[in-house]
Structures are given as C-alpha cells and as structure tokens.
C-alpha cells in the first residue's frame, strides 16, 4: 500500500511522535508534551514546509496541517479544471477532520476551564478555603466574568485595552478575543500562575509571560469559537461545488500492511456540533446571571447588548445559539443515513447511520433548554428560575416541635448547603492538583531529558569534537548555526609540517551515508569527479572500505533507510581522511580524536622523515661500498 502526501504527512508530523528521526545523531529531541503547546498558534497564513529539525520542532501542528491542506485543495478541487476522486475526496476530509479535532480539543480546555471554578494551589494541600480568587483578575472584574471570557471570549468593552508584555510581543501573532496571559503585576498574576501551573520552560531563570506563551499558544478561552472553528472545517468541505462527502472506510500502512480504517467524520461532526450547543447553553445561562437585575422595569427589556455590531445579551446569544444547534442537527441529519441496514456492517466500524450517533440526541436536546432560559428570561424569573417574591415553604414539624423557627430551619439548610459546597470543591480541587503533579513530573522529565542530551552532546565533544567553521552552513556537511560533535569529519586535522602532500595525492569523494534507523550508519556508494566506477580501482576501492565495516559491493539499500550525502577529501598516501585544502577556519572545540590522530600523524611524519634519513644514509653507504669495490 502506497499511502498518498496527506497521510505521509500525518504519519510523520502528529502529535505522538518524534518529529524529527531519532537515529540522526545531529537532531534536536523534542521533549514536550503538552497537546496544546503543540498545536501551536492559530493559522496566519502558509507557512515554509521544509524539514530542518530546528523548524520542524518549533512548529504548531494547525500551522503546518492548515498549510497542508491548502496546498493538497489547489492541487485538487480547487484546481483549474478540478481533479477529484474517491481517494481525493477521503485525503481532503482526513485533514480536515484532524484541523476539526485540534481545535476541538481547544474549545475542551477552554470549556473546562469556564466551567472549573477551582485553583491547583502548589504544595500538598488537601483543603483550599480561597474560592474567591480567580485566575484573571486584574483583567476582568469577577468570576463570573471570567467564565464568560473562557466561554466566549472577551472585547475592549469588557476588559479595556489590554498591553501585551513588551518580551513577547515580537512573538505573539493575534490573539483576537481571547484572555492573554495573565502577567499584568496584579493579585491575579500569581492566581494565574499556580492555577495553570506555569513553569519556567524556556530555561531563562524567570517565569514570565514567554512561559506562559509556550504552554498557551492562543492565549485563553473562547470555547465558542474554537467549536465553530472546528466544525467550519467540514463546512467548507460540504459547501464546496466539487467536493463529495465519502463515509467509506479505508485503508492505512501499519507496518507495511494495509489495515481497514473508518475515521467516522460523520460522527465527529455530530460530537462537535453537541459540544458547541452545550457551551452555548451554558453560556446563555451565565450571561442571564450576568444581565439579570431586580429592578422590575428592567426586567423586560431583553438584557440586549448595548453594542448591537458585538451582540452579547441573553436574547442575542439565545437566536445565535439555538440558530446554530438547529442547522448543525440538519446537516448532521443530511450526511448520517437513517439506518444501515447491511448486515455484513453490523458490529463494525462499516457501520454508520442514525441509531449509532448518539450526539444527535444529544444536540436535539439542547435546543429545548436553550429555548427555556429565554422563556424563564422574557417571564421575568431570576437565574434560579424562580419569581424574585418567591419563599420555600419546607418546614419540618419536628424541628417546629424543638423549637425551631421557619427562619432558622431555612438558615440550617442553607448552611449545609455551604458547607457541602464547600467540601465539592476541595474534592473537585484535588483532581485540578492531580493534573498539577503530572504536569510538573512532565516539566522535570524534560528537564532531565535536556540536562541528559546537553551532556550526551558535551561528552560526544570531549570525543569528536566540533565541526571546523568551513563544514557548517547551507548545502554543507551540518547546518547552520549547529553546535554538536563532527561525527562525520572527525579525522579532518592539520596536516604535519614533518612530510609533504602534494595536493594531487588527495581525492575528493561524494559518499552515500544510510542509516537504517538503528544508529547504525553506513557507507554505500561513493562517487568521484571523472571516475565513474571507484570500486573497479581495486588499491582505492580496499582504501575506502578499510574506513567502514561493510564492503561497498554487499550493501543495498533497503526503502526505510535515510541517506545523505557527505563530501569527504581522501589521502591518496594511506593517511585515510584529511583536511581539505579550502578549509580556512577552525574547529571551536578540538577532542580526543584529534588530539590522538595529531600525535599520530606527528609520530607517522618523523618515522617518515626518518625513513628518508635512513634510506638516504643507506644510499650512501652503498655508494662508499661500490667505491671501495
């Protein structure tokens, strides 16, 4: 199976894996795993798709994937004349349902936040009385304020015109309307930090607002929009003239082996669709509590938004919200058959209709709760949902029989509510400091990977050390601005003063490196300018692969090994590799190799030069001896 350029590249570039190979000694691990600092910033527009490793770990996965699919839909339906197919059709959807998720998991976390009132406070703390603080004050004017900037976002009008830190602006690209990091020399900038745990990543010393950019790409909140987002994906799709929607399963390479796949976007459209309409329930509610007054004259007015272009009051929110469940449970209807009735599908991944989507139940339902807290709204009934005169009546004849008033019995129940409250949210906090703990045994793993492979990399020095200034740039040997061990040109040193090369005795050879994947790194071919078959020189030949384990002849390259080509200068006198004559700098770090291979040419040159001596006074004592003779 020959997978097409959108799975390659999924398979290469995802959220799991490396993304560079690790079996190139010269590359940099990634060592994060934070699902959102991976995705990465929103899309800006295309961006360079090239695999220098530096570039490669530094860039966001919706960037890239974004880019991807651009390119893919204008060399397909978006070409001049389209060419569409099945398989087209199929590649085009992957993507986009992978776009659909990245941002779906977005909306979770902002989701999540909106709706988690508590604080993971650092240390073992099994009790946390502080569940009026919160997490972006300075920024916004309550809690209740803060749930709606994470459901929705924010504008000036809530937050005024917020000044993003000067260290990180050259790096942020928009953050449109959602919360920025929290680094604003207020009460909440320490709240913010313990409660999303932010962890001195780059290593600079400081925990600052370029930590927190790392960890939060896209700032914070806005679950709203990350849901539309996500489901414009399969819109776009769906409206597009050329594009048909395939709900075929299909085939993926695992190890060489086609396996049967069905990545059921049907349902993922519907699961997206389920979750928009139950963060926008949520936020109709919280923006009644907002609205909503005890005046009686003020009651009726609709709570409208006095800013008709922004449209944020319960009775905008409500049409935007139960418009938008509406159409997504028609289209939703629209691409999900009935029922399939296959028999061969029953059981499997074939099958997909219906009675097998249980978010569209779910989406059917939410439009009636939406349309009840705008009835409760337009009746005039508070949050609650209950009349402002309203007064509970429970009252228990025993407590009566103790002497216990109606007044006090109310405020019994309510204290034990309270206090019950209270014991929900240390419990719901404990979970939050759960996720702490694992994020800082995260951090301190990448800690000690980076710690471990800076003295990997120091050792690997002592060793090899580093490449001369002429073997690193572009189109060379390391790439620019490398600063690892010369693991290819170690033997390249100063020719001893002790004996003469002349520069037609040193060969210049374009090898063929493979790496099979198991940092075992070979020799396989070998070119020279003018010498079209190197290996038909037997004396060169038997000099190049005394320099490598494997004969050139016996090795044949299999598909998953990685090849590079490496220019390297031969001594045609048996000294194996040396400098080339064009290189002029230095290497910023000597190592033991080229110490011991200096000694050694050293220590080569004086026996060659006493070699000479002794050949020379051999020449002369025969001399003498024919003389006398």
């Keep these: 199976l020959k997978e097409g350029w959108i799975k390659r590249v999924l398979a290469g570039l995802n959220l799991f894996d490396q993304r560079i190979d690790v079996s190139d000694p010269t590359a940099p691990i990634a060592t994060y795993s934070d699902v959102i600092q991976e995705l990465g910033p929103r899309f800006e527009g295309v961006v360079a798709l090239n695999c220098t490793p530096d570039y490669v770990n530094e860039l966001g996965l919706i960037e890239a994937y974004e880019s991807v699919l651009i390119r893919a839909m204008e060399y397909t339906i978006d070409a001049v004349p389209p060419e569409t197919n099945e398989s087209v059709d199929q590649a085009l959807e992957l993507m986009s349902g992978r776009l659909a998720e990245f941002y779906s998991l977005l909306g979770d976390?902002?989701?999540?936040?909106?709706?988690?009132?508590?604080?993971?406070?650092?240390?073992?703390?099994?009790?946390?009385?502080?569940?009026?603080?919160?997490?972006?004050?300075?920024?916004?004017p309550n809690l209740l304020a803060e749930e709606l900037g994470l459901l929705r976002g924010t504008s000036k009008m809530d937050v005024g015109d917020i000044t993003?830190?000067?260290?990180?602006?050259?790096?942020?690209?928009?953050?449109?309307?959602?919360?920025?990091?929290?680094?604003?020399?207020?009460?909440?900038?320490?709240?913010?930090?313990?409660?999303?745990?932010?962890?001195?990543?780059?290593?600079d010393g400081t925990i600052d607002a370029v930590d927190a950019l790392f960890r939060y790409p896209q700032g914070h909140g806005d679950s709203w929009g990350h849901y539309v987002r996500a489901l414009r994906y399969y819109y776009d799709l769906l409206r597009h003239p050329v594009f048909e929607w395939s709900n075929q399963s299909e085939a993926v390479n695992v190890n060489g082996r086609a396996v049967a796949v069905n990545y059921q976007h049907e349902r993922a459209f519907a699961e997206l669709a389920a979750k928009k309409a139950e963060a926008a329930q949520n936020l109709v509610e919280a923006t009644y509590r907002s609205y909503w007054v005890d005046d009686p004259e003020a009651i009726w007015q609709g709570y409208r938004d006095s800013n008709e272009e922004r449209a944020w009051g319960v009775s905008e929110w409500g049409r935007r919200a139960a418009s938008g469940a509406y159409f997504d449970w028609v289209v939703a209807n629209s691409v999900i058959p009935a029922t399939d009735t296959a028999p061969e599908h029953e059981g499997t991944i074939e099958r997909v209709d219906r009675t097998t989507?249980?978010?569209?139940?779910?989406?059917?339902?939410?439009?009636?709760?939406?349309?009840s807290k705008i009835d409760q709204a337009d009746h005039g009934a508070n949050p609650l949902g209950l009349d402002n005169d309203v007064v509970s009546f429970a009252i228990d004849r025993n407590a009566l029989d103790d002497g216990k008033t109606h007044f006090e019995q109310m405020q019994d129940k309510a204290v034990r509510a309270l206090q019950n409250g209270q014991v929900m949210f240390n419990y719901a906090n404990q979970a939050s400091q759960r996720l702490r703990n694992h994020q800082e045994v995260v951090y301190d793993f990448?800690?000690?990977?980076?710690?471990?492979?800076?003295?990997?990399?120091?050792?690997?020095?002592?060793?090899?050390?580093?490449?001369?200034?002429?073997?690193?740039?572009?189109?060379?040997?390391y790439p620019e601005d490398y600063d690892g061990p010369d693991l290819y040109h170690y033997d390249y040193v100063d020719v001893s003063p002790l004996y003469e090369q002349d520069a037609d005795e040193v060969l210049d050879f374009t090898i063929e490196i493979l790496d099979d994947g198991l940092m075992l790194q070979?020799?396989?071919?070998?070119?020279?300018?003018?010498?079209?078959?190197?290996?038909?020189?037997?004396?060169?030949?038997?000099?190049?692969?005394s320099l490598f384990e494997y004969e050139l002849d016996d090795l044949n390259p299999e598909e998953d090994d990685v090849s590079r080509e490496i220019e390297v200068s031969f001594s045609g006198r048996g000294l194996g590799l040396v400098k080339p004559e064009t290189f002029v700098g230095r290497r910023r770090s000597f190592g033991q190799l080229q110490f011991d291979r200096a000694d050694l040419l050293?220590?080569?040159g004086k026996m060659l030069k006493s070699l000479d001596e002794y050949n020379e006074y051999l020449y002369a004592v025969n001399q003498e001896y024919e003389h006398l003779v």
């Excluded at 000067?166 to 320490?190: A, C, K, M, S």
């Excluded at 978010?359 to 059917?364: K, M, Q």
């Excluded at 120091?458 to 200034?469: A, C, E, K, S, V």
């Design 446 to 477: 990448g800690r000690n990977v980076l710690e471990q492979d800076l003295a990997w990399t120091d050792r690997l020095i002592q060793l090899f050390g580093t490449p001369y200034t002429d073997d690193i740039g572009t189109g060379k040997t």
């Design 164 to 203: 993003i830190p000067r260290e990180i602006e050259p790096l942020v690209t928009h953050i449109y309307n959602r919360l920025p990091w929290n680094f604003t020399l207020g009460d909440g900038q320490t709240t913010y930090v313990q409660n999303y745990n932010i962890l001195d990543v780059n290593g």
């Design 602 to 604: 050293v220590k080569y």
């Design 109 to 140: 976390e902002a989701y999540s936040d909106a709706i988690d009132p508590t604080i993971a406070l650092s240390g073992d703390i099994n009790e946390v009385n502080a569940s009026s603080m919160y997490s972006f004050k300075d920024q916004v």
């Design 357 to 371: 989507t249980v978010d569209l139940l779910t989406l059917a339902d939410t439009l009636p709760a939406i349309q």
């Design 522 to 545: 070979r020799i396989a071919d070998a070119r020279q300018a003018g010498n079209t078959d190197i290996l038909s020189n037997d004396a060169l030949g038997e000099e190049l692969e």
